[in-house]
């Protein structure tokens, strides 16, 4: 089956301590995105990568860094920098010469800073 | 700055009614609009979807309403039913250009279907 897996599904941080999440997919998807999700909040784009070897910052990017080193990974590290790193996390993958803007999502990985 | 504003927050309705859910756009480059449904836990998935060339699109119990020139879309669902219980966004995006598959999304909406 075709899909996006993230990996680890719950995760807990001590505060100060840099953590990363893993994003794979075998869609063959050129873009990949990461978005953070809170309570009562809609999605905000945190990096994207639209090829390998390219990524540019989304609208929440401070205190995350990404790479792009292969087309089918795209991990996000959450670094002790970012304030407040408690939120879902959702990776998502487009396919860039498909004819609609359809995301296709992960299940999401839930980080708790202890 | 909110480039896509949904409402109402919260919506309970009864089994076999009608489910309304609005939002409002202002950024009118905009051209693809998606609804996605999400389940607690597990990530969004795409429900339906319209561009703005068609002011209605209908799957199953599901219609997309768009309003160009008011730069508003709503979702109705028909016959809601409990499996229907889920939160939906709406968005929008650019599916060209240096800014496609980037979407701004809605706050979001729980729907909560009783029997």
């Known amino acids: 089956d075709g899909g996006i897996t993230q990996s680890p599904k719950y995760l807990f941080r001590k505060e100060g301590q840099n953590v990363t999440l893993s994003c794979e997919q075998n869609?063959?998807?050129?873009?990949m995105y990461w978005y953070r999700q809170d309570p009562g909040q809609g999605l905000r784009l945190i990096y994207y990568s639209q090829i390998v070897n390219d990524f540019q910052k989304g609208d929440i990017a401070e205190g995350y860094s990404v790479s792009r080193e292969k087309k089918e990974s795209f991990p996000l590290t959450v670094t002790s920098a970012q304030k407040n790193p408690t939120a879902f996390y959702l990776c998502a993958s487009r396919s860039r010469g498909g004819l609609t803007g359809e995301l296709f999502f992960g299940e999401g990985s839930r980080l708790t800073v202890l | 700055q909110q480039q896509v504003k949904q409402s109402p927050q919260s919506l309970i309705v009864q089994k076999g009614g009608i489910s309304i859910i609005n939002c409002a756009y202002e950024?009118?480059?905009?051209?693809?609009f998606p609804w996605y449904q999400q389940f607690p836990g597990k990530g969004p998935a795409l429900l339906i979807a319209?561009?703005?060339?068609?002011s209605e699109k209908k799957e199953g119990r599901f219609t997309i309403s768009f309003n160009k020139s008011a730069k508003q879309f709503s979702l109705h669902i028909m016959d809601s039913q409990p499996g229907d219980s889920a939160t939906y966004f709406c968005a929008a995006s650019f599916p060209y250009g240096t800014n496609a598959g980037k979407s701004t999304f809605g706050d979001g909406t729980t729907l909560t279907v009783k029997p």
């Open positions: 869609l063959n998807h050129d873009a």
């Open positions: 950024n009118t480059a905009f051209d693809y």
């Open positions: 319209i561009r703005p060339d068609v």
